[in-house]
């Protein structure tokens, strides 16, 4: 149904888990993860995530480059965050509850060019700082 879908805004809304984002059913033979495979921009800022299930359905896109988290339900960035993520350029974070990224959150993440964190709960500026030090512009 969505296999040609590039961008894809669902700001500003209510939606807390993936599955009431894309209520689809699908065939065996699709998932998620293929439905979605075309998106190179997604914008789910303003609403109720508190886990990144939905991102990870993203992980083997390699256009994927622009991803807006801002405004939800976010604590903590672990050490799977951005596994395969390895296209994403432009990361937004700002507007949630974060107090801690993992020391590899951000491994993966070679092209990112603005990584935004501002107005969360980090305890360490420096600490961010070390993790990010390839990141071309930063919002903090």
Not at 9 to 23: G, L
Not at 122 to 137: M, N, P, Q
Request: aromatic share 10%; hydrophobic share 45%; net charge negative.
């Amino acid at each position: 149904i969505l296999q040609n879908l590039q961008v894809l805004i669902v700001r500003q809304n209510m939606v807390s888990e993936k599955e009431k984002m894309f209520p689809i059913q699908h065939n065996q033979d699709q998932s998620y993860s293929e439905t979605l495979k075309n998106i190179s921009e997604l914008d789910i800022s303003r609403n109720y995530f508190e886990s990144f299930d939905l991102v990870r359905l993203l992980e083997e896109n390699n256009n994927f480059h622009l991803l807006n988290l801002s405004d939800n339900k976010f604590i903590q960035l672990n050490s799977d965050f951005s596994t395969n993520m390895i296209s994403l350029k432009t990361l937004s974070l700002n507007l949630n509850q974060i107090k801690s990224i993992h020391q590899s959150a951000f491994a993966y993440l070679d092209q990112l060019e603005f990584l935004n964190l501002a107005n969360n709960l980090l305890e360490s500026f420096i600490k961010v700082l070390s993790l990010i030090y390839f990141i071309l512009k930063l919002s903090i």
